[in-house]
């Protein structure tokens, strides 16, 4: 399939919208990101017509995540901003279909030029912090009239041990978006389509991962590593290697466990963090404590934490700083769409990580490595939404979306093929 580059080109301006909202916030501040983000809508809208794309493509779990978010208006204290996250949902569904009308190839193209392009921009940026600024910077838009304390921007402190933030301004955010560029690289050279340059987009992700010290993305990196040789054992060992395999894998992951609860305090210090977990357990508890009023349906789907409504311009605050996420999707889904709608989350999660599994099975050996990479995102994703909600908005549930889409996509037109393949009943007479 020939991809025009109008639609290459749009495709990456959608990938670099998602993965860089926080930049754009940071940066203009949320009415400008709004009018930017009207822009990439009505740009998507019309090569959505043009694209062929149907609705049919929409599998079940996912119609039935929209249809719990959309039912959650019923029980919402706060009717107008649910309207406005579920609609930020359906844009994007929208932007995922669309995405997934490229060919997988061509669509791991568009996110390795994005992904490397954003590590390569935050590290020029953190060093420039560094060099030029010496010190912290801020976001621009925010007004720091209130003398609440600040998330900033960069600590500027790159050449000195600190974790480094990135153009997004959020460590955890941007070693995501290093794992994600890792796996796809890995993808394109194990593929044969990175031969010069493979061990620089190898090297960078990896650079960065260890500069942002994400203990979560560290976490989802390692069972990515192991899923990844998992893969490997399964498509080229003999099949008596599998099972051995996966008891090793077991092994492995439950020592390395066992040594890092035992070992904890290291742990946390060699990665800059605090051994208290307490500030996320807080956050926890006080969204569970919001869902209780509401344990069916939940208290309105939001997607994003909207700091101007009630209680969520408070419900994240821990030392006078503001969180607008539950730092977890599974808590975040059950405190905005209830019992339901975890439910119906875990229902699109768990069928869209079955078929990608599925897919890689009936690869051929020349298309396994390429047909890995959705899987091995998936598990990157599942991991990370245990502990952080990222995976809910932007980029994270955009791919969940464009893999579940391609699934449906691939059923719904091998049932035509097969419907078109019928032979016609007999005539009687004549």
């Not at 910077?137 to 041990?161: A, E, H, Q, R």
């Not at 969940?400 to 009943?425: C, K, N």
């Amino acid at each position: 399939m020939l991809v025009r580059a109008p639609h290459r080109l749009l495709a990456t301006f959608i990938v670099l919208q998602l993965a860089c909202g926080d930049l754009v916030r940071n940066l203009l501040g949320w009415p400008l990101w709004g009018a930017l983000s009207g822009v990439t809508l009505l740009w998507a809208l019309v090569a959505l017509r043009r694209s062929g794309a149907s609705w049919q493509w929409l599998p079940a779990p996912l119609l039935a995540f929209i249809g719990v978010a959309a039912a959650t208006i019923i029980v919402t204290p706060h009717p107008l901003a649910t309207l406005l996250g579920v609609a930020l949902l359906l844009v994007h569904v929208m932007l995922a279909v669309l995405l997934a009308t490229l060919p997988l190839h061509t669509l791991l193209e568009v996110l390795h030029r994005c992904l490397q392009g954003m590590l390569i921009a935050s590290l020029a940026f953190e060093v420039g912090i560094a060099v030029f600024v010496q010190g912290p910077v801020y976001p621009v838009w925010l007004d720091n009239d209130s003398g609440l304390p600040m998330i900033p921007w960069s600590t500027g402190g790159i050449f000195w041990g600190h974790r480094i933030q990135g153009i997004t301004g959020n460590p955890n955010l941007t070693a995501m978006l290093a794992l994600l560029a890792l796996i796809v690289a890995i993808g394109r050279h194990r593929a044969g389509l990175d031969r010069r340059l493979w061990w620089v987009w190898t090297a960078l992700p990896v650079v960065v991962l260890a500069l942002t010290r994400s203990m979560t993305v560290l976490v989802a990196a390692l069972v990515v590593l192991v899923s990844f040789w998992l893969v490997y054992t399964w498509r080229r060992r003999p099949r008596g290697a599998f099972r051995p395999a996966v008891v090793t894998a077991a092994g492995v992951l439950a020592v390395v466990a066992a040594w890092a609860i035992s070992n904890w305090d290291r742990v946390v210090e060699a990665l800059g963090r605090e051994a208290s977990m307490e500030d996320r357990f807080q956050i926890w508890a006080a969204a569970l404590d919001w869902w209780r009023g509401s344990p069916l349906l939940g208290r309105g789907w939001m997607g994003y934490w909207m700091p101007w409504v009630e209680p969520y311009d408070r419900l994240g605050l821990q030392d006078g700083i503001v969180y607008l996420q539950a730092h977890s999707v599974w808590i975040d889904v059950l405190m905005q769409a209830g019992i339901l709608g975890v439910l119906a989350w875990a229902w699109l999660l768990g069928s869209t990580l079955r078929g990608a599994g599925r897919d890689l099975a009936e690869a051929p050996t020349g298309a396994g490595p390429i047909a890995a990479v959705p899987l091995m995102i998936l598990v990157a994703e599942a991991v990370q939404g245990i502990a952080e909600s990222r995976p809910l908005i932007e980029l994270g549930m955009v791919l969940l979306v464009i893999f579940a889409v391609r699934q449906q996509r691939a059923r719904v037109e091998l049932g035509r093929l097969q419907t078109m393949a019928l032979p016609l009943p007999l005539q009687r007479g004549g």
